[in-house]
């Protein structure tokens, strides 16, 4: 094996990735962790964790700085890289294509690439990124001290990250097309009793507008009447979803209508020798726990692979079908 070959490859290194890198490297198989930025994923997103077994309340950086600590410790190699692409080689191998890099090689990758946040799509979205649109409540909520803020979503992260800006914003509008919310009925009654928090229901945001330097406001549409306002705001926190990276793998994988990898119950997709855990992977919840979960399957049935079936070829091209 040379210096850039490995057992296992897993690509980002969220709560998935890292809990897959520990258990490979447990397993004693050569693995290597591929991730552009800090280890953590969604994690180094999230304030206060306070639904993973034995931590009653942690915060999602802490929680990432534990998980990261505890998966090299096992012996994966963490590698600071972007991947541009994993390419299924004929001889049953994997060539992973990073930028400014030469590839690394694995007998199998694991992909928990996680994925980006869905744009609304508005006017003045773009226009403003950064200057009173953010998609992070904890990167970017302690800039709005005093202010007038507006979430847009009626999911987990928006009701979760509307709670999280009241304790900088003087009052926080929760924007939502409809009347009943994707997100969890705990989650949601917490809000309605936060006195911060008002919600502006069957609305939605047609544009994001401002002055020369940041948002002032928003034109609203109520979905019902049709009728239009305007609410002032010093910003717009959009969690209006997450649109998972699997546009990794070079080759087609199968996957649901939103793009994301099916698995069998072992997180094989459709090609040989590539595993999917954690967000990119479709399934009924996104959370920390599930998240954990796959990256353990994965690297079991991964571990499995490189040490039984690409000795047998023919059993590897089964894959998931
Ligand atoms: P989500 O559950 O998909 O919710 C997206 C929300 O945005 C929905 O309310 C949706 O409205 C709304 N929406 C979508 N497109 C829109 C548009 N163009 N204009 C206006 N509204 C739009 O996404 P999420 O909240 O980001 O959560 C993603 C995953 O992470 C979920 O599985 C969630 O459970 C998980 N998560 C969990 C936690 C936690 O458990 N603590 C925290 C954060 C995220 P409709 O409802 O009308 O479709």
């Known amino acids: 094996m040379t210096e850039r070959e490995y057992d296992i490859a897993v690509v980002g290194g969220g709560p998935a990735g890292l809990t897959a890198a520990l258990y490979a490297g447990r397993a004693l198989k050569r693995t290597l962790l591929l991730e552009a930025g800090l280890p953590g994923g969604e994690l180094l997103n999230t304030e206060a964790i306070e639904d993973y077994p034995g931590f009653a309340s942690i915060t999602g950086p802490e929680l990432a700085s534990k998980m990261a600590e505890h998966a090299l410790s096992f012996g994966a190699e963490l590698v600071s890289a972007r991947v541009s692409s994993v390419v299924p080689l004929p001889d049953g191998r994997q060539r992973i294509e990073v930028e400014e890099e030469e590839p690394y090689y694995a007998k199998a990758v694991i992909v ?45 992260a928006a009701i979760e990250e509307a709670a999280f800006l009241t304790r900088y914003a003087s009052k926080v509008t929760v924007i939502h097309r409809r009347e009943e919310f994707r997100a969890q009925h705990l989650l949601v009654e917490r809000a309605r009793q936060n006195p911060k928090i008002e919600f502006l229901l069957d609305s939605v945001v047609e544009a994001i507008t401002g002055d020369e330097s940041r948002v002032t406001s928003l034109r609203l549409r109520n979905v019902r009447d049709g009728e239009r306002s305007e609410l002032a705001v010093g910003g717009v926190f959009i969690f209006v979803g997450f649109i998972p990276n699997t546009q990794l793998v070079a080759g087609h994988v199968d996957h649901d209508p939103q793009g994301y990898y099916l698995t069998d119950a072992n997180m094989r997709t459709s090609i040989p020798g590539i595993f999917a855990a954690g967000d990119v992977r479709a399934q009924l919840t996104r959370q920390v726990t599930t998240a954990v979960g796959d990256g353990t399957t994965a690297a079991i049935a991964a571990t499995k692979y490189v040490e039984e079936e690409l000795a047998q070829p023919e059993m590897a091209a089964v894959g998931a079908g």
Not at 129 to 147: I, L, M, P, T
């Open 112 to 156: 928990t690439a996680g994925g980006q946040p869905r744009k609304l799509e508005v006017p003045g979205e773009q226009e403003y990124a950064g200057r009173g649109v953010s998609y992070c409540a904890v990167c970017d909520g302690a800039f709005f001290r005093g202010e007038h803020l507006a979430v847009v979503g009626g999911g987990d």
